[in-house]
C-alpha cells in the first residue's frame, strides 16, 4: 500500500486522464512508477559507484587496459 500527496496541479492532470480514459489514477500513478524506477535505481547506483572513485574505495581503468586485460583489442 502507498500514498502519495501530489500537487493540486498534477492531482487534476493525473483525474483528467482518469477520466478521459476510463482507467483509474492508481493505474497511471503505477505506470508512472514502473516507467521511472529503473532508470532512478541506475542514477543511484551511478552516484554510489562515483563517490566509491572519489573517495579511493574503487578504481577504475581505461577501455584499453580492459580490452588487453580480456583479450578483445581490436
Request: hydrophobic letters at 40%; glycine letters at 4%.
Amino acid at each position: 500500500m502507498l500514498a502519495i500527496r501530489l500537487p493540486v496541479e498534477i492531482e487534476s492532470r493525473l483525474q483528467a486522464l482518469a477520466t478521459a480514459t476510463g482507467r483509474t489514477k492508481t493505474f497511471y500513478a503505477r505506470e508512472a512508477i514502473l516507467e521511472h524506477l529503473d532508470h532512478l535505481e541506475d542514477i543511484y547506483l551511478a552516484e554510489q559507484r562515483l563517490a566509491d572513485v572519489r573517495s579511493g574505495r574503487s578504481q577504475t581503468i581505461t577501455l584499453e587496459e580492459l580490452e588487453r586485460q580480456y583479450g578483445v583489442e581490436d
